[in-house]
């Protein structure tokens, strides 16, 4: 190790900057320069080149040494990205022999390699995850970090990307330390979040003198880890320096947020990436000084919530990972947008027009091309039944196909004799001896599928043919292994589709296969019902000695079917009839020159494909001998067939590139093979890009063992077209093979260019030789009417010729587009009688009439209309250093089509061993890669561990599959990296808003607001108006109201309280609450000594004690403040909350329970609070019976009554004055609504401490004198149907809940109705269940809540909600009178531009909304603008106003902000009614008049509320509500349990809860990535995964996204993975 790193640390002092590099004579630059192009080029081990460079460099060194720090602050120090890292350690040198050759072409590498140099190791951000997701454990957990990786061999600290690194020699001063430190941290056994890479300790850290600057460079990003921050600094003058220059660097960026929005000076440096240990993972104990620095300075606690302020970020808090996002994103500059946005305009997306400088193509029109004629041999069979017949009869010794074990060892020779006496056999029994009923079970021309084994070819040629000379249609098929085999149910319609009801298989096949109980096969997913027949000898029968089959000429019956799957994974039967199928034999047989007895080596799959052609058909026309390779024996040894070929002096191999590269990488352990008996080598796959670097390398190695260049013949083949073209073998006396090196851009634009001057993005592709004989070829236009293409432009290649399949069987449609083509020229003529059939190959005829293949329709991606070929793109990613790092070069390529285009996404297996470092630096280049030499953006990159992509039947990667799990989050990556930033240029153009377009006094004459509109504004019924018999309204105060009940009904019941188990726990009746409300205030005045007008905190669980006091206070003349108390189990979160409120109120003394004063003063409360400065806390649980000597009577109703603190959702904590004017008029109000008497009996489940909830449980009753049963959410926890069994038992009519208790019901008891009807809950005798809220109201819950329990007997109708906010807790409540709430349909992109627009339902984007309620009695409500607080008309979205007595008289804060209240509380429109007060709720909304009447006969006017304008979020210029994008996350996945989302620095941020196993965390990213692009178009610049139940909500179960954002920037949430994208 120690070498290892001083070598390294050498290395690393001997990066020359571009200052330095400067100095250096020029011969040793240009060594430099050779030396770097051996390394990159595998001409020169690492160690070599190390000891070259070093010994160049060796007599610079002083002068580097002496070099001012200055100058290097000044100079990124370049690290060369052709060197891998210096010694790193997952470089370890390797022969060249062993670099992984798949598809490597030597050339495609050096592009990428220079592509890469491109690019100065441009960093990302990692993305974090924790431990537990690691799917394999990253090598750092037992390699010591290594001091001297080149990728981060500048000192890691950097200070908004302008601060520039350590010098060289402060780094190795550092790097002793460092080591050091790392051995103390495994004796630690510290686990540093995975983030904390193998790099994180890295020379050159913060000297610890500088610490106190931190507070100066606030939002200063990546602190370096505390590895880095050494205590000891040898080198104090270095650090002195360096101390000064960041004393004096960036204090002007004091707390303004990062710029992200363009490629600012700070980001400059996109993307150096200090990895920061994350201060969470550390040991306890862990004394370094740096630990507790955050990444913006010195961490202070802090309490959770911000006391009223218009929600300003703290401090820009943010943790380092994001601060590296920051400096890397780039978002699209867009140029500004002239024309102001009309209300007509559909928003369209950015259409991207054509680029005019496109290359175009310029040749002459294509003229078709004629493969030679067919050659007339005399004694060619008349079918291929016939060769069998006579090759069975006249030979029967001469072996026909020889199978191979595990081993490599032959197991059987199937002799020509053998094979037609055992098909014979077959035929007979199939067409004989299976019947049903009396009934043969198959007639001639029936389907049966053939399950067959990959390594038991004998088995399979022998049903084949014996299904041929039976007549019947034999449908090759992969053996189902599991009932969820990849693309196994698409097989499964193919059966269906093809009538198959028979299928063949062997003995030991068949017993593999799983089993039903009763012993039988089991039906597969998607599959008929199947009979299966074992072909093995006991099961068929000798046919009689007079039986022969009928051995027919070839006609254009359907031969065989061969099975093909699509881009989209649907599979399709290709028939192929007698005809075709002999006359492509005898075409392959004249093009391959084949000869009777020859042997061939085939180590494709014999049952499709060039395997069936060559090894089962053709073999058999010219009585050759097939050496069958299995696909296990070329798994365990990939030399086999290069041994078969050896050892039977074999003529002809029939391979494919994978084969070929196999065997180079382990051809070193054999000496004695030679191919020289060879004279073709057909590479089946010679169509594909990397099969031209397979061959070379191929031919480099083999090429001493005898193996000819000629002999190499590539083959372009299609399942529709069989063979389309291959390379002839030499002696022909054919043209010599052709390479063609073309342009990429050419090609994405479908133009040919052979490439000249940019060596990067080329694509050099050899040719397949030539058209088969009596083949007709032409190339056509992939879209649109088939026009034949230009000479030099890309198209499908189409053929017409007697050899291609005939349909698809059983789809006309498909059949007549593909295998009836008739192209046309460009005049529209077509260019024969002849119908072609397409390849889906796509490539061009070159010179010598040789045909080249650039791609297949299959791999086609078309992103922002230029054509990308999926196979091209991995063999790019490929050439990144593929063995280093992908699993056996596993890489799949895909398009996946998001918000209007093609979005490319790669997935790729990772070596086991991989790190977390390695696989991002790997993606990161591959990215690089792509960008330069296809110039498209790669949206996703997503890597899973080695092995888990799904298999194709050959072992090749399931592409459809592979697709398919993506797009439903299944594939379970264990690294992924999205990058929209980079790729989406089709978004809307972003609004702007125009200065001076706004609604003034002016147009409200000229009738701007439009003619025949109405203004919003909508009234409760007039208080008043309305007579009632209300005793309770002679009284002003509630005090009084009290006294008066408790003498006029004293034994009248008020309250009920439930217990957890639904008996009663406590009552009380209108003299008890009196007389303990009596006791309370004797208390407060004698034991408290408090004065008039004293706030008092009053904290207990709910129950009676809480109504009692807050009458108490009142009796007592001081002012009530409900406060949640503590949870026992959670106190360091919820203790600081009421000492918040405690002293935000200026309460001088606190009511509550024995058990909460001792919570209180515990050691507990201790390590949360300073419990020293509780004010005076008294007990009420023993007070003695006392009357006071007189009860307050306030002087004037507008005195203060109570405060009521709330936490709002922006996390802002906020108390509202109640006076005992508005605290009465309240109660009256809602009276009225909800028709309350003393008869009436009503259910409350909902938290008593504030809003409505603390209205309805302490005030309405003993106002209303109706018997309230409180039923306390908390119960619930333990026993869920609480609340719903006590309505149904007290038969109550009018109930209230929360959101979240009916969340509770619907989750917990959705299953369980059935056992509560059981359990006599009738719920047919609610009226009205409201739901208390200050949101817009959640119709999916309330919906599914109503469907869920109608089984119970609860009216649809029954459900609604509520409204409220703080300047007014009770504006709308639906009451029991009135017409039904309604629901309309809004078009969400409209509201987006603050515009109301009604749709249909279902119509796209549309957004439902429910009505919030009836307005209350005596509540006016009115529609403003936001800006110009001008009035607006009938449906536009607007703030929410109210006017009424009961709105809240201000809020009570410590400072007092008056300019805060006077907005709030006290605003007038700017013109219209200037008279009128309102107070302004915050919440946006509209008016619409609906078609219903009210109570008083007046056409009904509903208010609907969309949502809080402190939670919006502005995007692009638009306004977004955060629930809009939660509900379609949630949607994206069934493992998304909530989601929340929020804005940060232009940045929008989506946090998910996964409920499920972490390994799916991953799956997430991408869903909720395109959800938000597609339904409302935002780019989600950060997606972090977290566990149940972090979201913080509150009491009224509304989610605090503000207190979110701030876990989420101080790095609180311990996510289980955080994903920045690009």
Request: with cysteine; glycine share 6%.
């Amino acid at each position: 190790m120690a070498e290892r790193n001083s070598t390294g640390l050498l290395m690393m002092m001997m990066e020359p900057t571009p200052a330095i590099a400067m100095t250096l004579p020029a011969e040793v630059r240009e060594k430099l320069a050779e030396l770097e192009l051996e390394l990159s080029e595998g001409d020169i081990t690492q160690k070599g080149y190390e000891k070259k460079r070093s010994k160049l460099l060796a007599p610079y060194i002083p002068q580097i040494q002496g070099v001012d720090p200055s100058l290097q602050l000044d100079h990124r120090i370049q690290a060369s990205s052709q060197a891998p890292p210096a010694g790193s350690k997952q470089n370890k040198s390797r022969t060249p022999n062993t670099r992984d050759e798949r598809f490597r072409s030597d050339l495609h590498t050096e592009a990428v390699q220079a592509a890469l140099a491109k690019y100065k190791e441009r960093k990302m951000p990692m993305p974090s995850k924790r431990r537990s997701v690691l799917v394999q454990s990253s090598v750092e957990a037992c390699t010591p970090p290594d001091t001297s990786s080149a990728s981060e061999d500048e000192g890691s600290l950097r200070r908004q990307g302008r601060m520039a690194t350590s010098t060289p020699y402060q780094g190795h001063a550092h790097a002793h330390a460092s080591v050091e430190h790392w051995f103390n941290r495994v004796i630690q056994g510290s686990s540093t979040s995975s983030s904390a890479s193998s790099t994180s300790s890295h020379p050159g850290g913060r000297p610890h003198n500088t610490t106190n600057n931190t507070n100066t460079t606030n939002t200063s990003s990546n602190t370096t880890s505390t590895a880095a921050a050494t205590t000891t600094n040898p080198n104090a003058s270095t650090a002195t320096a360096l101390a000064d220059l960041m004393a004096h660097t960036q204090l002007d960026n004091h707390s303004a947020p990062p710029d992200v929005t363009g490629l600012s000076e700070r980001s400059l440096h996109a993307g150096e990436r200090s990895q920061v240990a994350s201060v969470r993972g550390l040991p306890r104990g862990y004394n370094h000084a740096s630990v507790m620095e955050t990444a913006d300075g010195i961490s202070e606690s802090r309490v959770g919530f911000r006391v009223v302020s218009e929600g300003v970020p703290v401090s820009s808090r943010v943790s380092s990972k994001i601060q590296q996002l920051l400096n890397t994103l780039k978002r699209p500059k867009r140029p500004p947008l002239r024309e102001f946005f009309l209300d007509d305009f559909e928003e369209l997306l950015d259409v991207r027009h054509p680029d005019p400088n496109q290359p175009k193509p310029e040749g002459v029109q294509m003229s078709p091309l004629d493969g030679e004629s067919m050659g007339v041999i005399s004694n060619w069979p008349p079918s291929l039944l016939a060769s069998l017949q006579r090759w069975g009869t006249t030979q029967p010794k001469s072996p026909c196909l020889t199978a191979l074990d595990n081993a490599g060892k032959p197991v059987y020779t199937l002799t020509y004799g053998k094979l037609w006496t055992r098909s014979h056999k077959l035929a007979y029994t199939l067409m004989n001896k299976l019947s049903t009923r009396n009934e043969p079970l198959l007639r001639p021309g029936d389907r049966v599928a053939l399950v067959f084994p990959n390594n038991d070819p004998v088995m399979f040629m022998v049903a084949f043919y014996g299904c041929l000379l039976a007549e019947l249609v034999p449908v090759p098929i992969e053996v189902p292994l599991t009932r969820k085999d990849a693309g196994s149910q698409q097989i499964g319609f193919l059966l269906s589709g093809c009538g198959v009801t028979l299928a063949l298989t062997t003995d030991a096949c068949q017993k593999g296969l799983p089993k039903a109980q009763t012993g039988e096969v089991v039906t597969f997913k998607g599959w008929p019902r199947l009979l299966w027949f074992v072909t093995d000898g006991k099961h068929v029968v000798k046919p009689p000695k007079d039986w022969y089959p009928a051995i027919r000429d070839a006609s254009n019956e359907i031969a065989y079917i061969e099975y093909k799957t699509s881009k989209e994974g649907s599979t399709m039967g290709i028939t192929v009839s007698h005809a075709a199928m002999l006359a492509h034999c005898h075409a392959l047989t004249q093009a391959c020159s084949y000869t009777e007895g020859e042997t061939i080596t085939n180590v494709l799959d014999f049952k499709r494909d060039a395997g069936l052609w060559h090894g089962v058909l053709t073999s058999v026309m010219n009585r050759m001998h097939v050496i069958s390779i299995p696909y296990s024996l070329m798994k365990v040894n990939p030399l086999s067939w290069i041994q078969k070929v050896h050892a039977y002096k074999a003529r002809v191999a029939v391979v494919k590139s994978r084969d070929m590269h196999w065997s180079l990488l382990a051809q070193r352990d054999q000496r004695d093979i030679s191919l020289s008996s060879l004279r073709m080598l057909i590479v089946a796959d010679g169509a594909n890009p990397w099969s031209i670097s397979s061959c070379d390398a191929f031919l480099n190695v083999f090429q001493a063992r005898g193996l000819r260049p000629e002999v190499i013949c590539p083959c372009a083949c299609s399942p529709e077209t069989l063979t389309v073209a291959i390379r002839r073998p030499p002696e022909t006396g054919i043209p010599p093979p052709g390479k063609a090196v073309l342009s990429m851009s050419g090609l994405s634009h479908s133009v040919i260019r052979v490439d000249t001057e940019e060596k990067l993005s080329v694509l050099t592709v050899q040719d397949v030789g030539q058209v088969m004989p009596g083949a007709l070829v032409c190339v056509v236009r992939v879209e649109g009417t088939p026009y034949l293409c230009q000479t030099d432009e890309v198209g499908e290649i189409c053929v017409s010729s007697s050899t291609t399949g005939i349909s698809y069987y059983g789809l006309p449609g498909m059949t007549k587009n593909i295998f009836e083509t008739i192209p046309v020229t460009a005049s529209g003529s077509p260019i024969s009688d002849r119908p072609f059939t397409r390849t889906s190959l796509l490539g061009f005829v070159g010179p010598d009439d040789l045909v080249f293949v650039v791609g297949k329709m299959d791999g086609l991606m078309v992103v922002s209309g230029r054509r990308h070929n999926a196979d091209d793109v991995v063999a790019t990613a490929l050439a990144v250093e593929p063995m280093k790092f992908v699993y056996r070069g596993r890489i799949a390529v895909f398009s996946v089509s998001v918000l209007h285009d093609e979005r490319i996404v790669v997935v790729a297996e990772q070596r086991p061993d991989a790190s977390e470092e390695d696989s991002f630096q790997w993606m990161s280049r591959v990215l690089q890669a792509i960008d330069s030499i296809h110039q498209v953006g790669v949206y996703c990159l997503a890597l899973v561990p080695a092995n888990t992509l799904p298999k194709a039947p050959l072992g090749g990667i399931h592409i459809s599959e592979t697709k398919q799990r993506f797009l439903e989050g299944a594939l379970h990556p264990c690294n992924v990296l999205m990058c929209p930033h980079t790729c989406v240029t089709n978004l809307p153009k972003p609004r702007q808003k125009q200065p001076g377009t706004e609604v003034g006094p002016a147009s409200m004459i000229v009738g701007n607001l439009v003619a025949g509109k109405r203004i919003a504004q909508a009234c409760g019924r007039d208080v008043a108006q309305l007579e009632d018999n209300d005793q309770a309204r002679k009284f002003l105060y509630m005090q009084d109201v009290l006294q008066w009940r408790a003498q006029a009904t004293p034994d009248h019941p008020l309250f009920m309280l439930l217990n957890a188990k639904g008996t009663v726990a406590s009552t009380a009746s209108c003299l008890q609450l009196h007389k303990r409300a009596e006791r309370v205030a004797v208390a407060l005045m004698e034991k408290g000594r408090l004065n008039t007008g004293d706030h008092v905190a009053l904290v207990y669980p709910p129950g009676i004690d809480l109504i009692a006091t807050f009458y108490g206070c009142l009796y007592a003349g001081c002012v009530p403040v409900t406060v949640r108390p503590p949870h026992p189990q959670n106190l360091a979160t919820t203790l600081p909350t009421v000492k918040m409120i405690v002293e935000v109120s200026k309460s001088v003394c606190i009511l509550t329970t024995q058990a909460i004063t001792k919570l209180l003063r515990s050691k507990e409360a201790a390590a949360a609070v300073d419990v020293k400065s509780w004010p005076m806390v008294l007990d009420t649980d023993d007070l003695p019976r006392k009357k006071p000597p007189q009860i307050y009577k306030p002087p004037t109703p507008e005195m203060l009554a109570y405060l009521d603190f709330s936490v709002s959702t922006t996390g802002i904590l906020a108390g509202v004055k109640m006076s005992h004017a508005a605290t009465s008029a309240l109660c009256r109000s809602i009276k009225l609504q909800c028709e309350l008497y003393p008869s009436r009996q009503i259910a409350i489940c909902l938290d008593p401490y504030c809003g409505l909830g603390f209205a309805l449980w302490c005030l309405c009753s003993v106002y209303s004198g109706h018997q309230s049963i409180l039923v306390p959410p908390l119960e619930l926890e333990s026993n869920v149907s609480l609340w719903l069994s006590a309505v149904s038992q007290y038969k109550v009519r009018v109930t209230f809940c929360s959101y979240s208790v009916m969340e509770m019901c619907t989750k917990g008891l959705g299953s369980q109705t059935e056992a509560l009807r059981l359990r006599n809950v009738n719920l047919s005798c609610v009226r009205t269940c409201m739901v208390v809220a200050e949101e817009r109201p959640r119709i999916t819950l309330t919906q599914s809540f109503s469907k869920i329990f109608k089984d119970l007997g609860l009216s649809p109708r029954a459900v609604s909600t509520t409204f409220g906010c703080r300047v007014n807790v009770a504006i709308c409540l639906q009451g029991t009178a009135g017409p039904d709430p309604t629901t309309v349909y809004v078009d969400m992109r409209a509201l987006r531009h603050d515009r109301v627009r009604l749709v249909e339902r279902g119509s796209p984007h549309s957004l439902p909304l429910m009505e919030s309620g009836k307005i209350l009695p005596g509540v006016k409500v009115i529609i403003a603008n936001t800006e110009t607080k001008g009035p607006l008309g009938d449906s536009h979205l607007g703030e929410v106003w109210v006017s009424s007595p009961h709105n809240a008289t201000g809020y009570y804060t410590v400072y007092g902000e008056e300019a805060l209240h006077a907005d709030h509380f006290c605003t007038r429109l700017s013109f219209g009614d200037t008279q009128t007060v309102w107070a302004r709720t915050g919440y946006l909304g509209f008016l619409r008049r609906t078609e219903l009447t009210d109570a008083s006969g007046e056409r009904h006017d509903a208010l609907y509320v969309v949502g809080s304008l402190d939670e919006t979020l502005e995007l692009r210029g638009m306004r977004y509500h955060p629930i809009d994008i939660e509900t379609s996350v949630i949607r994206s996945h069934k493992s998304i349990a909530e989601c929340a989302v929020f804005t940060w620095t232009n940045l929008l941020v989506v946090v998910v809860e996964l409920e499920g196993s972490e390994q799916e965390a991953l799956d997430l990213v991408a869903l909720v990535t395109n959800v938000v692009l597609e339904e409302h178009y935002l780019i989600v610049g950060v997606v972090v995964v977290v566990d149940p139940g972090v979201i913080p909500i509150n009491s009224r179960g509304e989610k605090q996204r503000m207190h979110l954002r701030d876990g989420f920037l101080a790095d609180q949430l311990d996510p289980i993975y955080v994903a920045y994208n690009m």
